[in-house]
């Protein structure tokens, strides 16, 4: 095994995206600054993509290059949680319009809850198929490991939100590096705990 592994989640969410340095996270600030060009963006989700993967894998931290991979592998990553995203508009809506706001808080919070596994499963296995009809995601998210791990996602959401501001009121441009850094975090986090989960028979390896 080639990763630390006595971190929890939250310690190596915060140090895997930095295990080769700070290279990867400065061509991903690069590559927001550059994100309105479109195609930049979807280099960014390629490497969250590895991200998610090699740290279910429990492997090194993958290099942030071979950008037209990244890019294929990118958009792949955003038409996976399309029907995701559509199921959960569609919910919202009919909780809205024909049953009750109430509901509709409901639907965003089992939306915000089940995503990361919908992402991770995705991730492990690169089949949008085998994530939206195998049991995997339903193994994974439905169970007192994945609840636990989701509110220790909580502080840790707080503490990348901070840094990112702190980088933005310290450097102007910086929110960039800190919305990358933040991101590749929480990629590693979730990866992580799936990893975890494997290692604990709950869930097949990545």
């Known amino acids: 095994m080639s990763l630390d592994a006595k971190k929890s989640p939250f310690e190596f969410a915060l140090s895997y995206p930095r295990e080769d340095g700070w290279g990867a996270i ?3 600030g690069l590559t ?3 994100s309105f060009l479109i195609v930049p963006y979807f280099v960014l989700f ?3 993509f590895r991200l998610y993967r090699s740290a279910a894998r429990d492997e090194p931290q993958p ?3 071979d950008y037209v991979e990244l890019l294929k592998e990118g958009v792949w990553l955003f038409v996976a949680q399309l029907p995701f995203v559509a199921v959960v508009g569609i919910l919202g809506f009919i909780s809205i319009e024909y049953i009750h706001p109430a509901v ?3 639907v965003v919070l089992a939306a915000v809850y089940v995503g990361p596994a919908v992402i991770t499963v995705y991730a492990v296995t690169g089949d949008i198929g085998e994530t939206y009809t195998s049991s995997r995601v339903p193994d994974f998210a439905f169970t007192v490991f994945y609840a636990k791990h989701a509110a220790m996602y909580i502080p840790l959401a ?3 939100g901070v840094v990112t501001m702190l980088s933005a009121l310290a450097l102007g441009v910086g929110i960039l590096f800190g919305s990358a850094f933040a991101t590749f975090a929480q990629a ?3 990866g992580r705990v799936y990893e975890r989960a494997a ?3 709950i869930v097949e390896p990545a």
């Open 188 to 190: 590693s986090y979730w």
């Open 199 to 201: 290692a604990a028979g």
């Open 158 to 160: 707080i503490l990348l």
């Open 26 to 28: 400065l061509k991903g």
């Open 63 to 65: 290099a942030y290059t």
């Open 32 to 34: 927001l600054l550059l």
């Open 46 to 48: 390629g490497y969250v």
């Open 104 to 106: 509709y808080v409901l």
